[in-house]
């Protein structure tokens, strides 16, 4: 069973380990509320900074769609599960120009096999808009069921 006080506690511990303050800004996207929750609806509310929600299909089908939303909500903290960071890899360089991912501080993801190729190309190509390497931060998050 999952009580407030393990809800708090571990939006506290997100909150530290992601260096969240009142200033941050969040973007996200997900299957389900349930998977997740806790970094992606809580955390902000917890926090008291506003976040972008966006459907996982959208950013699945347009994936430069989501990269452009992080950029012009200035998001420092993004769930970039390796379904979507595969995916925004595929977009072609004339269409990177013009996104800013420069303040993206933190880009987590959990919950499925972290690739470390995956992760290697998204960083590769979208170092030229800003992207840092160091951003990614694989955490610990339980598989959904199906």
Do not use: K
């Not at 260096?19 to 800004?25: E, N």
């Not at 509310?45 to 909500?73: C, D, E, K, N």
């Amino acid at each position: 069973m999952i009580t407030h006080q393990n809800l708090l506690h571990n939006s506290e511990l997100i909150r530290t380990a992601f260096g969240h303050t009142a200033q941050s800004q969040a973007s996200s996207g997900f299957r389900r509320t349930r998977h997740g929750a806790d970094r992606r609806v809580l955390q902000p509310l917890y926090g008291g900074f506003p976040v972008t929600l966006m459907a996982a299909v959208v950013m699945l089908q347009r994936p430069r769609r989501w990269l452009s939303a992080i950029g012009t909500t200035v998001a420092r903290p993004v769930a970039a599960p390796t379904s979507h960071t595969t995916s925004a890899s595929r977009i072609p360089p004339d269409q990177r120009a013009g996104l800013d991912l420069s303040s993206w501080r933190v880009a987590f993801c959990g919950a499925e096999p972290i690739q470390s190729d995956t992760l290697d190309r998204f960083a590769e190509a979208f170092a030229p808009c800003g992207f840092r390497r160091e951003a990614f931060y694989p955490c610990y998050g339980l598989p959904s069921r199906r």
